[in-house]
Structure formats: structure tokens, C-alpha cells
Nanobody
Framework: QVQLVESGGGLVQAGGSLRLSCAAS????????MRWYRQAPGKQRELVAVSGGGGRTDYADSVKGRFTISRVNAKNTVYLQMNSLKPEDTAVYYC????????????WGQGTQVTVSS
């Protein structure tokens, strides 16, 4: 079992920055890939950023150059630094650990609200 707890959401003006954190606990030594998703009202949940093995990262086109995913393995924590925020970034952001080698289940955090005002 893996538990994920997000923090760092809030209200920010357009052009501002926020940093989200996701702390994993439980059986964490098998975790290789961690992801951030978001879901805006009335829209499907979308993948925002991926942190994989070997320092690999990947981003949705809509956030490239503005968001940065990073992690501190010793703390079992992944971060999402969000700069130059836009109103369309408003969503609930979720941390995700997908099923992967030696970890057959998918885990989600409870989500943290990010609201960007214009």
C-alpha cells in the first residue's frame, strides 16, 4: 500500500507561481514513476507531468516551459513547480503512482485545488 498526500495548492494571480508537494508513505521502495494530473471542472483528468527512472521527465504541451517536476527520493516526495500560471491552469491537481514493476496497483492522492485568477 502507498499513501499519497498533496499540499501547496491555493489561490494565485495570473503570472504567479505555486509549488505543489506530494509525499508518499507506505511501501515506497518500489516506486519508480510518479505523475501529476489535473482535472478542471467539467473536463477530463489530464496528465500534466511525469517523473520516471533515471531522472526522466515529461510534460503536457500546455505546461512545457512553465512547470517543472522534481523529486527527492530520500523523502519520497515529488514536487511540481508551477510558474507563469494562467487562469486555464485552474484545476484540482492529483499526485499519482501508476502500476509499475513490483507495484501492481495504482495510487492517487486526495488532490489539491489550484485557482488562478485573471
Amino acid at each position: 500500500q502507498v499513501q499519497l498526500v498533496e499540499s501547496g495548492g491555493g489561490l494565485v494571480q495570473a503570472g504567479g507561481s505555486l509549488r505543489l508537494s506530494c509525499a508518499a508513505s507506505g511501501v515506497t521502495f518500489n516506486i519508480n514513476t510518479m505523475r501529476w494530473y489535473r482535472q478542471a471542472p467539467g473536463k477530463q483528468r489530464e496528465l500534466v507531468a511525469v517523473s520516471g527512472g533515471g531522472g526522466r521527465t515529461d510534460y503536457a504541451d500546455s505546461v512545457k516551459g512553465r512547470f517543472t517536476i522534481s523529486r527527492v527520493n530520500a523523502k519520497n516526495t515529488v514536487y511540481l513547480q508551477m510558474n507563469s500560471l494562467k487562469p486555464e491552469d485552474t484545476a484540482v491537481y492529483y499526485c499519482n503512482v501508476p502500476a509499475q514493476f513490483l507495484l501492481p496497483a495504482t495510487y492517487w492522492g486526495q488532490g489539491t485545488q489550484v485557482t488562478v485568477s485573471s
